[in-house]
């Protein structure tokens, strides 16, 4: 199909916003202020949006669309609350964690944006959604710093 490598890549950054959007509802469950809490869950939501919208462009080329995260996610998730049930970690700790799978999730994005196989229609429908990923990139970065200079 002349699709097949569109939906593929496709589904490859389906698996891994999906796996940002558990993070995210991993995160707002483990957070210890509200604003985290708030803020990873609109996070959250934001990434199954985008899901959404990549999900629909995979059918649109003729495929079926990934619709589960990733094993290594989830173990990675796992490992994260052995970790903090061992280290008693806290919101600095999740604020950390959150910006290293952003910075996963924006260069998985910016790969497939470079990939020269990419037919127009699913190099749109990436670009779109790398906004928001960027968008949210930028955000979890600021978190971050803003939470290191109170801590310095």
Do not use: C
Not at 26 to 51: C, I, K, P, Y
Request: no cysteine; aromatic share 6%.
């Amino acid at each position: 199909m002349a699709n097949d490598h569109d939906i593929e890549v496709l589904n490859s950054l389906i698996t891994t916003t999906i796996d940002s959007a558990n993070g995210f509802e991993h995160s707002a469950e483990h957070a210890d202020a509200g604003r985290f809490r708030e803020l990873f869950q609109g996070f959250a939501q934001e990434r199954r949006r985008v899901v959404s919208a990549l999900q629909d462009a995979v059918r649109a080329l003729g495929g079926t669309p990934n619709d589960d995260g990733s094993l290594k996610a989830d173990l990675h998730r796992r490992w994260i609350d052995l970790r903090d049930a061992i280290s008693g970690g806290g919101d600095k700790e999740i604020v950390e964690e959150v910006e290293r799978g952003e910075d996963y999730l924006k260069a998985k994005y910016e790969e497939a944006m470079r990939d020269p196989e990419l037919g127009q229609t699913a190099r749109e429908v990436i670009s779109m959604a790398y906004t928001s990923v960027r968008a949210g990139h930028d955000r979890a970065s600021q978190l971050k710093h803003s939470l290191e200079g109170a801590s310095a």
